[in-house]
């Protein structure tokens, strides 16, 4: 078995890990226990999306996945950390721009919430929307997972050092080398190397340039300038459009020492993402279909199956007049919720990555065994050429 024996930096750190791969965690729902179980039991990393979840909930939740999880298999918890320089000013034009601001831009949104019969949410009472990072984060050290990963940013260091201390392992996102090299620094564990392909939400935390303001670095390009740039004991997981065999043996072969898979995951009979959404993944009637980035539902840059909610407020996008993260988010979520009940897909974050037409349908089991006997495959066929 090829990723069994593959000598991967990712199981020195994780020794439990039977296979260098890890299920990529989902937010809004998709992310539960039983796809966590399923994945860590079968021998990968399961990965819980704790994004959306409140800090009083989380110490439930991680004993959940305790229980869940056989003793000996790792398991992770994902947050969002604050980005300083897009979160708060964002807030700030909120709390600046009062009822007025959030009704202008509520305008924009408020035809897709008549569909339901329904009205866009007002200014919040507190002036304060948005996750709440700080007493998330300390919830989740105190419940003590195994692994804790972060995207959107580097974490306090106060916060590295305290799982340190616990020794509970950090992993953290990264779609630029000079991410990286941020991440590096702070004493992050482990570095995942999100490429454009991957599905949902980019994790770009540090300034751009104004002529790219969303990183556009391949998997393929990425991993190997990581894996370059950054210490050798470091463990770089290769992530976006490695859901099939032959791409994660590539994502290897360019050093990766593991990879991280996200949309054959969404797909699985265990995850909480809608009926609609995974028949939009899975519909096979466009075999051209592409996926496209979007700031439309969450003011965030994201990469899904593009829908009427997206393409309505495409102008709105590209003229910069949408408000960014959190606001768009807090005047979103409700109309997501409402169109996931309904089983409307014009109203869902169609989270989907670049290789979405290629996963499969089944247990998360099943599909991991399916990738792993891929790679066995894959790999043979290579061999077979060097002989």
């Not at 039983?34 to 990393?45: I, K, P, Q, R, T």
């Not at 692994?147 to 940013?153: A, L, P, T």
């Not at 370059?228 to 994502?251: D, F, Q, R």
Request: glycine residues 10%; aromatic residues 6%; charged residues 20%.
């Amino acid at each position: 078995m090829f990723l069994q024996r593959y000598p991967s930096r990712l199981k020195q750190l994780l020794p439990k890990l039977r296979i260098p791969v890890v299920q990529g965690p989902f937010g809004g729902g998709a992310s539960t226990v039983e796809l966590v179980a399923a994945c860590s039991n079968s021998g990968a990393l399961g990965s819980y999306g704790a994004h959306y979840v409140a800090p009083g909930d989380i110490a439930p939740l991680v004993a959940q996945l305790r229980a869940a999880v056989d003793p000996d298999a790792p398991f992770a918890v994902n947050l969002w950390c604050h980005i300083a320089h897009d979160d708060r000013a964002n807030l700030a034009a909120l709390n600046s721009g009062g009822p007025e601001y959030l009704e202008k831009h509520a305008a924009r949104v408020a035809e897709h919430y008549k569909k339901y019969g329904a009205v866009p949410p007002g200014f919040p009472d507190s002036g304060i929307v948005g996750h709440r990072f700080d007493e998330q984060v300390k919830a989740l050290l105190e419940a003590n997972p195994p692994v804790i990963s972060f995207v959107m940013g580097v974490p306090p260091p106060a916060v590295i050092e305290e799982a340190r201390r616990r020794g509970i392992v950090t992993f953290g996102c990264a779609t630029t080398v000079a991410e990286a090299l941020a991440l590096e620094h702070a004493g992050i564990d482990a570095i995942v190397a999100s490429g454009v392909e991957a599905g949902g939400h980019r994790g770009t935390f540090l300034k751009t340039d104004q002529n790219t303001p969303v990183p556009d670095e391949t998997t393929f390009t990425l991993v190997p300038r990581v894996r370059a740039a950054v210490s050798k004991k470091i463990p770089v997981i290769a992530a976006g459009g490695v859901s099939t065999p032959e791409a994660a043996l590539a994502a290897l072969t360019l050093g990766a020492d593991g990879v991280q898979i996200g949309t054959a995951f969404v797909v699985s009979d265990e995850s909480g993402a809608a009926p609609v959404h995974k028949a939009a993944i899975l519909d096979r009637t466009d075999p051209a279909r592409r996926s496209s980035l979007t700031r439309a539902f969450t003011g965030r840059s994201a990469r899904g199956i593009p829908n009427q909610f997206a393409k309505d407020l495409y102008e709105a996008e590209v003229n910069g007049e949408l408000p960014g993260y959190p606001v768009q988010n807090y005047l979103t979520v409700p109309l997501r919720k409402k169109a996931g009940r309904a089983g409307d897909k014009d109203g869902l974050l169609l989270w989907c990555g670049q290789a979405g037409t290629l996963v499969q349908p089944g247990k998360a089991a099943e599909i991991l065994k399916r990738f792993e006997d891929g790679v066995d495959e894959a790999a043979k066929g290579i061999a077979k050429f060097a002989n």
